[in-house]
Protein backbone atom coordinates (compact mmCIF):
# COMPACT_ATOMS: atom_id res chain seq x y z
CA UNK A 1 0.00 0.00 0.00
CA UNK A 2 1.20 3.28 -0.73
CA UNK A 3 1.71 6.19 2.11
CA UNK A 4 -0.45 8.71 1.55
CA UNK A 5 1.24 11.21 3.97
CA UNK A 6 3.99 10.61 2.32
CA UNK A 7 2.50 12.06 -0.90
CA UNK A 8 1.12 14.69 0.63
CA UNK A 9 4.26 16.12 2.85
CA UNK A 10 6.82 15.72 -0.64
CA UNK A 11 4.27 18.38 -2.21
CA UNK A 12 5.11 20.54 1.19
CA UNK A 13 1.86 20.18 2.78
CA UNK A 14 2.29 20.12 6.28
CA UNK A 15 0.06 18.08 9.21
CA UNK A 16 -1.15 21.72 10.60
CA UNK A 17 -2.91 22.92 7.69
CA UNK A 18 -4.15 19.47 6.59
CA UNK A 19 -6.39 18.79 10.06
CA UNK A 20 -8.61 20.85 12.29
CA UNK A 21 -11.11 22.25 9.50
CA UNK A 22 -14.59 21.54 8.79
CA UNK A 23 -14.49 20.46 5.02
CA UNK A 24 -13.18 16.13 4.96
CA UNK A 25 -11.35 15.57 2.13
CA UNK A 26 -11.70 11.64 1.24
CA UNK A 27 -9.30 10.06 -1.71
CA UNK A 28 -10.85 8.49 -3.87
CA UNK A 29 -8.57 5.47 -4.26
CA UNK A 30 -9.80 4.08 -0.81
CA UNK A 31 -12.05 6.39 0.54
CA UNK A 32 -9.88 7.12 3.13
CA UNK A 33 -10.05 10.51 4.76
CA UNK A 34 -6.88 12.22 4.09
CA UNK A 35 -7.40 15.87 5.26
CA UNK A 36 -10.08 18.30 7.17
CA UNK A 37 -9.46 21.80 5.91
CA UNK A 38 -10.33 24.75 6.64
CA UNK A 39 -12.83 26.72 4.52
CA UNK A 40 -13.56 30.36 4.11
CA UNK A 41 -16.94 31.78 4.63
CA UNK A 42 -18.82 33.63 1.49
CA UNK A 43 -18.49 37.39 3.82
CA UNK A 44 -15.17 37.11 3.99
CA UNK A 45 -14.76 37.29 0.67
CA UNK A 46 -15.13 40.90 0.29
CA UNK A 47 -12.03 41.61 1.78
CA UNK A 48 -10.67 38.69 -0.69
CA UNK A 49 -12.20 41.21 -3.53
CA UNK A 50 -10.84 44.57 -2.48
CA UNK A 51 -7.31 42.63 -1.86
CA UNK A 52 -6.86 41.77 -5.59
CA UNK A 53 -8.62 45.26 -6.28
CA UNK A 54 -5.90 46.62 -5.13
CA UNK A 55 -3.28 44.19 -6.63
CA UNK A 56 -4.96 44.73 -9.88
CA UNK A 57 -3.91 48.69 -9.51
CA UNK A 58 -0.59 48.06 -9.57
CA UNK A 59 -0.24 45.19 -11.83
CA UNK A 60 -1.91 46.51 -14.47
CA UNK A 61 0.65 49.15 -14.83
CA UNK A 62 3.45 46.42 -15.06
CA UNK A 63 4.69 46.08 -18.59
CA UNK A 64 3.30 42.76 -20.06
CA UNK A 65 6.97 40.86 -20.73
CA UNK A 66 7.53 41.59 -17.04
CA UNK A 67 4.07 39.93 -16.16
CA UNK A 68 5.69 37.30 -18.30
CA UNK A 69 8.42 36.96 -16.00
CA UNK A 70 6.24 35.74 -13.50
CA UNK A 71 4.40 33.17 -15.15
CA UNK A 72 8.08 32.07 -16.71
CA UNK A 73 9.13 31.45 -13.05
CA UNK A 74 5.74 29.54 -12.61
CA UNK A 75 6.34 27.31 -14.92
CA UNK A 76 9.99 26.60 -13.60
CA UNK A 77 8.53 25.87 -10.54
CA UNK A 78 6.23 23.42 -12.05
CA UNK A 79 8.76 21.67 -13.74
CA UNK A 80 10.40 21.51 -10.59
CA UNK A 81 7.82 19.98 -8.61
CA UNK A 82 5.75 17.81 -11.24
CA UNK A 83 5.95 14.60 -9.75
CA UNK A 84 5.12 15.59 -6.36
CA UNK A 85 2.57 17.55 -7.58
CA UNK A 86 1.09 15.01 -10.10
CA UNK A 87 1.06 12.80 -6.90
CA UNK A 88 -1.72 14.71 -5.17
CA UNK A 89 -3.55 14.79 -8.40
CA UNK A 90 -3.22 10.98 -8.40
CA UNK A 91 -4.14 10.77 -4.87
CA UNK A 92 -7.04 13.39 -4.59
CA UNK A 93 -8.63 12.53 -8.00
CA UNK A 94 -7.72 9.46 -8.76
CA UNK A 95 -5.95 9.70 -12.03
CA UNK A 96 -3.65 7.41 -12.98
CA UNK A 97 -0.38 8.60 -12.73
CA UNK A 98 0.35 9.16 -15.88
CA UNK A 99 -2.69 11.60 -16.53
CA UNK A 100 -1.59 13.11 -13.30
CA UNK A 101 1.83 13.84 -14.69
CA UNK A 102 -0.01 15.45 -17.95
CA UNK A 103 -2.30 17.24 -16.00
CA UNK A 104 0.97 19.02 -14.82
CA UNK A 105 2.65 19.09 -18.11
CA UNK A 106 -0.36 20.98 -19.55
CA UNK A 107 0.24 23.92 -16.54
CA UNK A 108 3.83 23.78 -17.68
CA UNK A 109 2.97 24.44 -21.45
CA UNK A 110 0.43 27.06 -20.71
CA UNK A 111 3.01 28.73 -19.01
CA UNK A 112 5.27 28.56 -21.53
CA UNK A 113 2.75 29.95 -24.22
CA UNK A 114 1.60 32.69 -22.02
CA UNK A 115 5.65 33.65 -22.18
CA UNK A 116 5.45 33.95 -25.32
CA UNK A 117 2.17 35.80 -25.47
CA UNK A 118 2.79 38.79 -22.85
CA UNK A 119 4.98 39.83 -25.72
CA UNK A 120 2.50 39.59 -28.43
CA UNK A 121 -1.43 41.27 -26.40
CA UNK A 122 -1.44 42.82 -30.32
CA UNK A 123 -4.08 45.10 -31.41
CA UNK A 124 -4.91 46.56 -35.04
CA UNK A 125 -4.19 49.26 -36.51
CA UNK A 126 -6.83 50.41 -38.84
CA UNK A 127 -7.35 52.58 -42.01
CA UNK A 128 -9.41 55.41 -40.78
CA UNK A 129 -11.62 57.27 -43.54
CA UNK A 130 -10.36 60.71 -42.73
CA UNK A 131 -7.35 62.34 -43.75
CA UNK A 132 -4.72 62.60 -41.10
CA UNK A 133 -6.42 60.08 -39.10
CA UNK A 134 -5.20 57.04 -37.60
CA UNK A 135 -7.35 54.13 -35.67
CA UNK A 136 -5.94 51.26 -33.58
CA UNK A 137 -6.88 48.69 -31.18
CA UNK A 138 -5.24 48.23 -27.52
CA UNK A 139 -5.54 45.71 -25.26
CA UNK A 140 -6.11 46.91 -21.71
CA UNK A 141 -5.90 44.60 -18.73
CA UNK A 142 -9.76 44.02 -17.02
CA UNK A 143 -9.78 43.39 -12.99
CA UNK A 144 -9.36 40.48 -10.99
CA UNK A 145 -10.67 37.26 -12.31
CA UNK A 146 -12.49 34.73 -10.40
CA UNK A 147 -11.39 30.96 -11.84
CA UNK A 148 -14.18 28.53 -10.44
CA UNK A 149 -13.30 24.80 -11.37
CA UNK A 150 -13.93 21.44 -11.96
CA UNK A 151 -12.82 18.18 -9.69
CA UNK A 152 -11.68 16.40 -12.81
CA UNK A 153 -8.81 18.41 -13.71
CA UNK A 154 -8.26 20.30 -10.33
CA UNK A 155 -4.73 21.78 -11.41
CA UNK A 156 -4.64 22.42 -15.31
CA UNK A 157 -7.75 24.74 -15.74
CA UNK A 158 -6.47 27.01 -12.95
CA UNK A 159 -2.91 27.43 -14.97
CA UNK A 160 -5.00 27.82 -17.93
CA UNK A 161 -6.57 30.61 -16.81
CA UNK A 162 -4.33 31.95 -14.16
CA UNK A 163 -1.33 32.03 -16.71
CA UNK A 164 -3.07 34.06 -19.69
CA UNK A 165 -4.67 36.44 -16.98
CA UNK A 166 -1.34 37.14 -15.09
CA UNK A 167 -0.36 38.13 -18.15
CA UNK A 168 -3.23 40.26 -19.47
CA UNK A 169 -2.78 42.03 -15.86
CA UNK A 170 -5.58 40.46 -13.75
CA UNK A 171 -5.04 39.12 -10.43
CA UNK A 172 -6.64 35.58 -9.56
CA UNK A 173 -8.82 34.16 -6.78
CA UNK A 174 -9.17 30.79 -7.25
CA UNK A 175 -12.16 28.48 -5.71
CA UNK A 176 -11.44 25.03 -6.70
CA UNK A 177 -13.70 22.59 -6.35
CA UNK A 178 -14.70 21.06 -2.62
CA UNK A 179 -13.96 17.62 -3.74
CA UNK A 180 -10.26 18.42 -4.44
CA UNK A 181 -8.92 21.15 -2.59
CA UNK A 182 -5.57 20.10 -1.39
CA UNK A 183 -4.21 19.95 -5.13
CA UNK A 184 -4.75 23.77 -5.08
CA UNK A 185 -3.19 24.27 -1.95
CA UNK A 186 -0.24 22.26 -2.82
CA UNK A 187 -0.35 24.60 -6.64
CA UNK A 188 -0.21 27.50 -4.63
CA UNK A 189 2.82 26.62 -2.84
CA UNK A 190 4.41 26.42 -6.23
CA UNK A 191 3.21 29.83 -7.24
CA UNK A 192 4.63 30.95 -3.39
CA UNK A 193 7.89 29.89 -4.21
CA UNK A 194 7.26 31.52 -8.14
CA UNK A 195 5.94 34.96 -6.33
CA UNK A 196 9.17 35.00 -4.02
CA UNK A 197 11.67 34.72 -6.78
CA UNK A 198 9.50 37.52 -8.76
CA UNK A 199 9.97 39.91 -5.99
CA UNK A 200 7.76 42.70 -6.45
CA UNK A 201 4.26 41.48 -7.38
CA UNK A 202 1.74 42.72 -5.24
CA UNK A 203 -0.13 41.07 -2.67
CA UNK A 204 -2.97 39.86 -3.47
CA UNK A 205 -2.25 38.95 -6.87
CA UNK A 206 -2.95 35.10 -7.05
CA UNK A 207 -5.32 34.22 -3.79
CA UNK A 208 -6.88 30.77 -2.98
CA UNK A 209 -10.27 30.67 -1.25
CA UNK A 210 -11.81 27.24 0.05
CA UNK A 211 -15.30 26.58 0.12
CA UNK A 212 -18.26 24.78 -1.94
CA UNK A 213 -20.75 26.82 -4.20
CA UNK A 214 -21.67 29.51 -1.73
CA UNK A 215 -17.90 30.45 -1.49
CA UNK A 216 -18.15 30.23 -5.40
CA UNK A 217 -21.36 32.56 -5.66
CA UNK A 218 -19.94 35.81 -3.26
CA UNK A 219 -17.16 35.74 -5.93
CA UNK A 220 -19.71 35.22 -8.94
CA UNK A 221 -22.16 37.98 -7.55
CA UNK A 222 -19.56 40.75 -6.62
CA UNK A 223 -19.48 43.42 -9.46
CA UNK A 224 -15.72 44.32 -8.60
CA UNK A 225 -15.05 40.77 -9.93
CA UNK A 226 -14.69 41.88 -13.85
CA UNK A 227 -14.25 38.51 -15.10
CA UNK A 228 -15.65 34.78 -13.81
CA UNK A 229 -14.08 31.79 -15.27
CA UNK A 230 -16.38 28.86 -14.61
CA UNK A 231 -15.70 25.23 -15.15
CA UNK A 232 -18.17 22.56 -13.94
CA UNK A 233 -21.49 21.37 -14.60
CA UNK A 234 -23.68 22.83 -17.28
CA UNK A 235 -26.17 23.18 -13.73
CA UNK A 236 -23.71 25.28 -12.20
CA UNK A 237 -22.91 27.19 -15.79
CA UNK A 238 -27.27 28.00 -15.45
CA UNK A 239 -26.72 29.29 -12.07
CA UNK A 240 -23.78 31.55 -12.80
CA UNK A 241 -24.07 32.58 -15.94
CA UNK A 242 -27.58 34.86 -15.33
CA UNK A 243 -25.86 35.80 -11.90
CA UNK A 244 -23.01 37.39 -13.81
CA UNK A 245 -25.24 38.90 -17.38
CA UNK A 246 -27.23 40.31 -14.80
CA UNK A 247 -24.53 42.41 -13.41
CA UNK A 248 -22.88 42.93 -16.67
CA UNK A 249 -19.65 41.53 -15.98
CA UNK A 250 -17.69 39.22 -17.98
CA UNK A 251 -18.16 35.01 -18.16
CA UNK A 252 -16.29 32.61 -19.45
CA UNK A 253 -18.29 29.10 -19.26
CA UNK A 254 -16.48 25.87 -19.44
CA UNK A 255 -19.52 23.56 -18.97
CA UNK A 256 -20.24 20.05 -19.46
CA UNK A 257 -19.88 18.21 -23.12
CA UNK A 258 -21.65 14.62 -24.78
CA UNK A 259 -19.03 13.99 -26.81
CA UNK A 260 -19.46 11.80 -30.00
CA UNK A 261 -17.44 10.04 -32.69
CA UNK A 262 -18.68 8.94 -35.77
CA UNK A 263 -17.10 5.55 -37.23
CA UNK A 264 -17.39 5.79 -40.97
CA UNK A 265 -17.28 2.30 -43.39
CA UNK A 266 -13.88 3.73 -44.50
CA UNK A 267 -12.36 4.22 -41.07
CA UNK A 268 -8.99 2.20 -40.28
CA UNK A 269 -10.54 0.42 -37.34
CA UNK A 270 -7.59 -0.31 -35.71
CA UNK A 271 -6.39 3.80 -34.87
CA UNK A 272 -10.77 4.20 -34.37
CA UNK A 273 -10.58 1.22 -31.42
CA UNK A 274 -7.57 2.94 -29.86
CA UNK A 275 -8.83 6.18 -29.97
CA UNK A 276 -12.40 5.82 -28.65
CA UNK A 277 -11.18 3.34 -25.64
CA UNK A 278 -8.86 5.93 -24.53
CA UNK A 279 -11.38 8.62 -24.71
CA UNK A 280 -14.05 6.47 -23.16
CA UNK A 281 -12.79 4.92 -20.69
CA UNK A 282 -9.06 7.15 -19.98
CA UNK A 283 -9.80 9.36 -16.48
CA UNK A 284 -12.39 6.78 -15.91
CA UNK A 285 -14.94 8.54 -18.18
CA UNK A 286 -14.34 11.76 -15.70
CA UNK A 287 -13.33 14.15 -18.71
CA UNK A 288 -15.84 16.93 -19.58
CA UNK A 289 -14.64 15.70 -23.44
CA UNK A 290 -14.52 11.81 -22.74
CA UNK A 291 -16.41 10.20 -25.43
CA UNK A 292 -20.05 9.32 -24.47
CA UNK A 293 -21.55 8.33 -27.75
CA UNK A 294 -20.13 6.20 -30.84
CA UNK A 295 -22.55 6.42 -34.05
CA UNK A 296 -21.24 3.63 -36.50
CA UNK A 297 -22.25 2.74 -39.83
CA UNK A 298 -24.41 -0.41 -39.37
CA UNK A 299 -22.24 -2.04 -41.80
CA UNK A 300 -19.27 -2.46 -38.91
CA UNK A 301 -21.30 -2.13 -36.11
CA UNK A 302 -20.55 -5.90 -35.51
CA UNK A 303 -17.26 -5.92 -36.22
CA UNK A 304 -16.39 -2.73 -34.42
CA UNK A 305 -18.37 -3.97 -30.94
CA UNK A 306 -16.72 -7.63 -30.95
CA UNK A 307 -13.18 -5.63 -30.94
CA UNK A 308 -14.42 -3.20 -28.36
CA UNK A 309 -15.40 -5.96 -26.26
CA UNK A 310 -12.52 -7.69 -25.99
CA UNK A 311 -10.62 -4.61 -25.06
CA UNK A 312 -13.17 -3.47 -22.50
CA UNK A 313 -12.74 -7.09 -21.10
CA UNK A 314 -9.04 -7.16 -20.30
CA UNK A 315 -8.93 -3.40 -19.38
CA UNK A 316 -6.66 -3.20 -16.01
CA UNK A 317 -8.78 -1.63 -13.67
CA UNK A 318 -7.73 -0.49 -10.12
CA UNK A 319 -5.51 1.67 -8.18
CA UNK A 320 -3.75 4.42 -9.98
CA UNK A 321 -1.05 4.04 -8.08
CA UNK A 322 0.18 1.31 -9.66
CA UNK A 323 2.15 0.74 -12.92
CA UNK A 324 -0.12 -0.73 -15.84
CA UNK A 325 -3.73 0.33 -14.28
CA UNK A 326 -5.74 2.13 -16.62
CA UNK A 327 -8.90 2.88 -15.37
CA UNK A 328 -8.99 4.42 -11.46
CA UNK A 329 -11.77 4.81 -9.37
CA UNK A 330 -14.90 6.91 -9.83
CA UNK A 331 -14.50 10.12 -7.68
CA UNK A 332 -17.20 9.37 -5.08
CA UNK A 333 -20.03 6.91 -4.20
CA UNK A 334 -23.01 9.63 -5.89
CA UNK A 335 -20.76 9.32 -8.92
CA UNK A 336 -20.82 5.58 -8.51
CA UNK A 337 -24.64 5.49 -7.86
CA UNK A 338 -25.14 8.04 -10.76
CA UNK A 339 -23.54 5.59 -12.90
CA UNK A 340 -25.77 3.03 -12.04
CA UNK A 341 -28.59 4.79 -12.07
CA UNK A 342 -27.77 5.70 -15.82
CA UNK A 343 -27.51 2.27 -16.92
CA UNK A 344 -30.57 1.61 -15.34
CA UNK A 345 -32.57 3.98 -17.02
CA UNK A 346 -30.72 3.01 -20.28
CA UNK A 347 -32.23 -0.85 -19.93
CA UNK A 348 -35.42 1.48 -20.24
CA UNK A 349 -35.01 3.02 -23.37
CA UNK A 350 -34.03 -0.12 -24.89
CA UNK A 351 -30.37 -0.49 -24.43
CA UNK A 352 -28.17 -3.34 -24.66
CA UNK A 353 -25.46 -3.32 -21.63
CA UNK A 354 -22.26 -5.27 -21.76
CA UNK A 355 -19.44 -3.89 -18.26
CA UNK A 356 -20.86 -1.61 -16.16
CA UNK A 357 -20.54 -3.14 -12.82
CA UNK A 358 -19.03 -1.95 -9.71
CA UNK A 359 -15.80 -3.79 -8.92
CA UNK A 360 -14.57 -4.65 -5.90
CA UNK A 361 -12.48 -7.44 -6.57
CA UNK A 362 -8.16 -6.10 -7.14
CA UNK A 363 -9.29 -2.79 -6.31
CA UNK A 364 -8.62 -1.24 -3.02
CA UNK A 365 -11.30 -1.44 0.05
CA UNK A 366 -13.72 1.65 0.15
CA UNK A 367 -12.69 3.44 -3.77
CA UNK A 368 -15.57 3.31 -6.46
CA UNK A 369 -14.46 1.23 -8.54
CA UNK A 370 -17.00 0.31 -12.10
CA UNK A 371 -16.04 -1.67 -15.01
CA UNK A 372 -16.75 0.79 -17.76
CA UNK A 373 -19.93 0.19 -19.87
CA UNK A 374 -20.83 -0.13 -23.92
CA UNK A 375 -24.41 0.40 -24.23
CA UNK A 376 -26.07 -0.33 -27.96
CA UNK A 377 -29.29 1.30 -27.56
CA UNK A 378 -31.65 1.72 -30.52
CA UNK A 379 -32.18 5.68 -30.47
CA UNK A 380 -30.43 8.39 -29.38
CA UNK A 381 -33.39 8.57 -26.14
CA UNK A 382 -33.15 11.12 -22.98
CA UNK A 383 -30.72 9.34 -21.05
CA UNK A 384 -28.23 9.25 -23.98
CA UNK A 385 -28.39 12.78 -24.64
CA UNK A 386 -27.14 13.90 -20.44
CA UNK A 387 -23.98 14.07 -19.48
CA UNK A 388 -23.81 11.01 -17.06
CA UNK A 389 -20.11 11.70 -15.68
CA UNK A 390 -18.53 8.32 -15.66
CA UNK A 391 -17.61 5.29 -18.23
CA UNK A 392 -20.53 4.72 -20.30
CA UNK A 393 -20.31 4.72 -24.13
CA UNK A 394 -23.50 4.69 -26.23
CA UNK A 395 -23.12 3.12 -29.21
CA UNK A 396 -25.73 3.67 -32.26
CA UNK A 397 -25.69 3.07 -35.65
CA UNK A 398 -26.11 5.27 -39.11
CA UNK A 399 -27.00 4.77 -42.67
CA UNK A 400 -26.14 8.19 -44.53
CA UNK A 401 -23.60 10.81 -43.01
CA UNK A 402 -26.15 13.39 -42.84
CA UNK A 403 -28.16 11.32 -40.73
CA UNK A 404 -24.75 10.68 -38.44
CA UNK A 405 -24.25 14.40 -37.91
CA UNK A 406 -28.05 15.21 -37.28
CA UNK A 407 -27.28 13.01 -34.27
CA UNK A 408 -24.21 14.44 -33.40
CA UNK A 409 -25.49 17.70 -32.84
CA UNK A 410 -28.52 16.69 -31.54
CA UNK A 411 -27.77 16.91 -28.15
CA UNK A 412 -27.66 19.85 -25.74
CA UNK A 413 -23.92 20.05 -25.26
CA UNK A 414 -21.22 20.97 -27.90
CA UNK A 415 -17.65 20.34 -26.56
CA UNK A 416 -15.85 17.93 -28.59
CA UNK A 417 -16.80 15.53 -31.35
CA UNK A 418 -14.61 13.65 -33.99
CA UNK A 419 -15.17 11.56 -37.22
CA UNK A 420 -12.53 8.32 -37.94
CA UNK A 421 -12.72 8.34 -41.93
CA UNK A 422 -10.36 8.07 -44.43
CA UNK A 423 -12.73 9.38 -47.36
CA UNK A 424 -11.92 13.47 -48.09
CA UNK A 425 -15.20 14.44 -48.54
CA UNK A 426 -16.85 13.12 -45.33
CA UNK A 427 -14.21 14.33 -43.86
CA UNK A 428 -14.59 17.99 -44.76
CA UNK A 429 -18.47 18.09 -44.86
CA UNK A 430 -17.94 17.16 -41.17
CA UNK A 431 -15.74 20.35 -40.73
CA UNK A 432 -17.79 22.38 -42.60
CA UNK A 433 -20.71 24.88 -41.57
CA UNK A 434 -23.35 22.50 -42.04
CA UNK A 435 -20.52 19.95 -40.14
CA UNK A 436 -20.62 18.94 -36.54
CA UNK A 437 -22.16 22.03 -34.16
CA UNK A 438 -19.11 21.51 -31.61
CA UNK A 439 -16.33 23.78 -30.39
CA UNK A 440 -13.81 21.02 -31.12
CA UNK A 441 -13.98 18.86 -33.79
CA UNK A 442 -11.74 16.73 -35.02
CA UNK A 443 -10.88 13.83 -37.78
CA UNK A 444 -9.03 10.43 -37.24
CA UNK A 445 -8.39 11.41 -33.51
CA UNK A 446 -10.29 11.22 -30.70
CA UNK A 447 -12.64 13.80 -28.68
CA UNK A 448 -10.41 13.94 -25.73
CA UNK A 449 -7.16 14.77 -24.80
CA UNK A 450 -6.49 18.38 -26.56
CA UNK A 451 -3.39 20.37 -26.92
CA UNK A 452 -2.95 23.49 -25.30
CA UNK A 453 -2.21 25.50 -28.21
CA UNK A 454 -6.02 25.89 -29.50
CA UNK A 455 -8.52 27.70 -28.39
CA UNK A 456 -10.80 25.53 -25.66
CA UNK A 457 -14.33 25.43 -25.82
CA UNK A 458 -17.39 24.45 -26.86
CA UNK A 459 -21.31 25.99 -27.96
CA UNK A 460 -24.80 25.28 -26.80
CA UNK A 461 -25.06 24.12 -22.92
CA UNK A 462 -21.18 23.78 -22.83
CA UNK A 463 -21.31 28.10 -22.08
CA UNK A 464 -19.52 29.22 -25.30
CA UNK A 465 -16.86 30.10 -23.61
CA UNK A 466 -13.14 29.87 -24.94
CA UNK A 467 -9.89 29.49 -22.82
CA UNK A 468 -6.12 28.03 -23.40
CA UNK A 469 -4.71 28.77 -26.51
CA UNK A 470 -5.13 30.80 -29.77
CA UNK A 471 -7.01 34.14 -29.30
CA UNK A 472 -8.64 33.12 -26.03
CA UNK A 473 -6.38 35.71 -24.18
CA UNK A 474 -8.45 38.10 -25.82
CA UNK A 475 -11.17 37.27 -23.10
CA UNK A 476 -9.23 38.50 -20.15
CA UNK A 477 -8.81 42.07 -21.06
CA UNK A 478 -10.72 44.52 -22.72
CA UNK A 479 -10.30 46.14 -26.04
CA UNK A 480 -10.09 49.82 -26.70
CA UNK A 481 -10.78 51.64 -30.05
CA UNK A 482 -8.57 54.63 -30.46
CA UNK A 483 -8.38 57.64 -33.28
CA UNK A 484 -6.17 59.68 -33.43
CA UNK A 485 -6.48 62.95 -35.26
CA UNK A 486 -3.22 64.32 -36.38
CA UNK A 487 -4.54 67.40 -38.88
CA UNK A 488 -5.19 70.66 -38.22
CA UNK A 489 -8.62 70.13 -39.56
CA UNK A 490 -12.16 68.33 -37.69
CA UNK A 491 -13.80 66.42 -40.08
CA UNK A 492 -17.05 63.59 -39.27
CA UNK A 493 -17.21 60.31 -40.08
CA UNK A 494 -19.82 59.54 -42.66
CA UNK A 495 -19.39 63.15 -44.19
CA UNK A 496 -21.46 64.58 -41.75
CA UNK A 497 -21.69 67.98 -41.53
CA UNK A 498 -21.83 70.37 -38.27
CA UNK A 499 -20.26 73.83 -39.10
CA UNK A 500 -20.52 75.76 -36.15
P1 LIG B 1 -19.72 21.09 -10.47
O1 LIG B 1 -20.57 21.92 -11.37
O2 LIG B 1 -20.36 20.27 -9.42
O3 LIG B 1 -18.68 22.06 -9.70
C1 LIG B 1 -17.74 22.84 -10.38
C2 LIG B 1 -17.33 24.02 -9.53
O4 LIG B 1 -18.41 24.96 -9.48
C3 LIG B 1 -17.00 23.69 -8.08
O5 LIG B 1 -15.90 24.47 -7.68
C4 LIG B 1 -18.28 24.10 -7.34
O6 LIG B 1 -18.06 24.43 -5.99
C5 LIG B 1 -18.68 25.32 -8.14
N1 LIG B 1 -20.11 25.68 -8.08
C6 LIG B 1 -21.18 24.87 -8.17
N2 LIG B 1 -22.33 25.57 -8.14
C7 LIG B 1 -21.97 26.88 -8.06
C8 LIG B 1 -22.71 28.10 -7.97
N3 LIG B 1 -24.05 28.11 -8.01
N4 LIG B 1 -22.03 29.26 -7.89
C9 LIG B 1 -20.68 29.27 -7.88
N5 LIG B 1 -19.91 28.13 -7.94
C10 LIG B 1 -20.57 26.96 -8.02
O7 LIG B 1 -18.80 20.17 -11.41
P2 LIG B 1 -17.84 18.95 -11.04
O8 LIG B 1 -18.64 17.76 -10.64
O9 LIG B 1 -16.74 19.40 -10.12
O10 LIG B 1 -17.13 18.68 -12.46
C11 LIG B 1 -17.68 17.90 -13.48
C12 LIG B 1 -18.35 18.76 -14.53
O11 LIG B 1 -17.45 19.74 -15.03
C13 LIG B 1 -18.77 17.95 -15.75
O12 LIG B 1 -20.02 18.40 -16.18
C14 LIG B 1 -17.70 18.29 -16.77
O13 LIG B 1 -18.09 18.10 -18.12
C15 LIG B 1 -17.42 19.71 -16.46
N6 LIG B 1 -16.12 20.14 -16.94
C16 LIG B 1 -16.08 20.96 -18.04
C17 LIG B 1 -14.85 21.35 -18.56
C18 LIG B 1 -14.76 22.22 -19.78
O14 LIG B 1 -13.70 22.76 -20.02
N7 LIG B 1 -15.82 22.39 -20.55
C19 LIG B 1 -13.67 20.92 -17.94
C20 LIG B 1 -13.75 20.11 -16.82
C21 LIG B 1 -15.00 19.73 -16.33
Redesign the pocket.
Known sequence: MHNFSEVLSAAGLVPAELEGGDLPVHSPIDGSLIATLKTSRPEDMESVIAKADTAFRQWRTVPPPRRGELVRLLGEELRAAKDELAAVVTLEAGKIRSEGLGEVQEMIDICDFAVGLSRQLYGLTIASERPGHRMMETWHPMGPCAI??????PVA?WAWNAALALVCGDPVIW?????TPLTAVATMKIMQRALARFGDAPAGLAQLVIG??RV??AL?SSPAVAIVS???????GA??GPKVAARFGRSIL????NNAMIVAPSADLDMAVRAIVFSAVGTAGQR?TTLRRLIVHQSIRDHLVERLQNTYQSLPIGNPLDEGTLVGPLIDHRALDAMQQALQQAQLEGGLIIGGQRRTDGVPDGGCYAEPAIVQIPAQSAIVKT?T?APILYLMTYESLDEAITMQNDVPQG?SSCIFTQNLREAEQFLSASGSDCGIANVNIGPSGAEIGGA???EKE??GGR?SGSDAWKAYMRRQTNTVNYSADLPLAQGVKFDV
Open positions: ITAFNFVKPSEKDHGDVATGSCRMAVELGGCEFLFGGTGE
